[in-house]
């Protein structure tokens, strides 16, 4: 099973509508975890670190679900500017010896 | 701030050569990383630094070298490039570990021919 993995996508709807990823994770000791957003050639952004209790950041909400080890970003009223690839990251160990294992990603299109 | 910068942005090298890739960040972060980007592959782990002296491997060190002399500055070696290492490289720092959020540089392209 692989360490991180995310719906292969892509991803394709029309602007305004609702839409939501899913990630799965192997290890049980994963300590933090994120979405971050990538566009195309460009470097990985933080969109967002995703919370035990679920969090909000405007048009994205995120949660996670520690005994499926399961984690979601539902992305409403879609923008042709959230096109993009999405990538679930975990990371392993806490502190200063924790490393991020990052999912292959999923693209996500919005079209006009 | 500049963050985190990656030079150069593109690389063309021939099988056997050997080069640094310069990553420099001015945040004053104790954590930084190297990782690799290859299509379905998503990034891996090259090699990371908790602190100036202190480096460690990652998911996929072979075939590369890092040192850190300064919490600045964290160059990625490659000993004897090879075609396999053909990759899109990032350079990340943060604050205090692995387990933060990451500031990624805006990536080294480069090509072995």
């Known amino acids: 099973r692989k360490e991180v993995e995310q719906d292969p996508g892509p991803f394709n709807v029309p602007e305004g509508a609702t839409v939501a990823f899913n990630c799965t994770y192997s290890?049980?000791?994963?300590?933090?975890f994120f979405w971050y957003r990538q566009d195309c050639r460009k470097e990985p952004k933080l969109l967002m670190s995703?919370?035990?209790s679920g969090n909000e950041d405007g048009r994205f909400t995120a949660q996670l679900n520690r005994a499926s080890q399961y984690i979601s970003l539902l992305i409403r009223d879609s923008k042709l500017s959230d096109s993009a690839t999405y990538l679930c990251?975990?990371?392993?160990?806490?502190?200063?010896?924790?490393?991020?294992?990052f999912g292959k990603g999923t693209k996500l299109s919005v079209k006009p | 701030n500049a963050g985190v910068t990656q030079t150069p942005k593109f690389q063309v090298l021939k099988t056997g050569q050997s080069m640094t890739l310069q990553c420099a960040q001015d945040?004053?972060?104790?954590?930084m990383s190297w990782y690799r980007q290859d299509p379905g592959m998503g990034l891996r782990l090259i090699h990371y630094?908790?602190?100036?002296?202190?480096?460690d491997q990652g998911e996929v060190p072979n075939g590369y070298n890092v040192s850190r002399s300064t919490t600045e500055d964290f160059p990625l070696r490659l000993l004897s490039a090879a075609p396999s290492q053909t990759s899109v490289y990032f350079c990340?720092?943060?604050?205090?570990?692995?387990?933060?959020?990451?500031?990624f540089g805006d990536g080294t392209r480069l090509s072995i021919l």
């Open positions: 990340a720092s943060s604050y205090s570990g692995g387990d933060q959020p990451q500031h």
């Open positions: 290890n049980s000791a994963s300590q933090s």
């Open positions: 995703v919370y035990s």
């Open positions: 990251v975990v990371s392993h160990y806490g502190g200063s010896q924790g490393n991020l294992i």
């Open positions: 945040m004053n972060h104790e954590y």
């Open positions: 630094s908790v602190g100036a002296g202190i480096t």
